[in-house]
């Protein structure tokens, strides 16, 4: 597998195409990158491909907040300008702007 280059990016707000949640980008896979429990429990005629960018999401739906691994097949942009909900935005990010989280800075050795 070649993998291709994220459309989306880190802090990015997206939705999802099919299902009604929303998040925003906290990590990104260049390919598939979780079990094969995972991806066998996706119905077949609606398994994204492996060879494309793999987002984690800090996701919320009008019921609650999670964590969601989604291809980029299957996301789009949020425009609605609001900020996500999901209690652990601060682990992660420092500020929201224009439609953006801003990543924490990290300290390394």
């Known amino acids: 597998m070649t993998p291709k280059h994220a459309k989306f990016q880190i802090g990015q707000v997206v939705k999802h195409r099919i299902f009604p949640f929303r998040g925003v980008i906290f990590d990104v896979d ?6 094969d429990e995972w991806w066998n429990a996706i119905p077949a005629n609606v398994r994204p491909r492996k060879d494309q960018p793999f987002y984690h999401l800090l996701a919320e739906n009008d019921e609650t ?5 989604v291809s980029e097949q299957n996301l789009l942009t ?3 300008d609001r900020p996500v909900r999901h209690p652990q935005i601060g682990e992660f990010f420092d500020t929201w ?3 953006v989280y801003h990543p924490k800075e990290r300290v390394s050795h």
């Open 78 to 80: 949020d425009d609605s």
């Open 97 to 99: 702007s224009n439609g």
């Open 65 to 69: 907040e999670y964590v969601a691994y």
């Open 30 to 35: 260049p390919v598939y990158a979780n079990t």
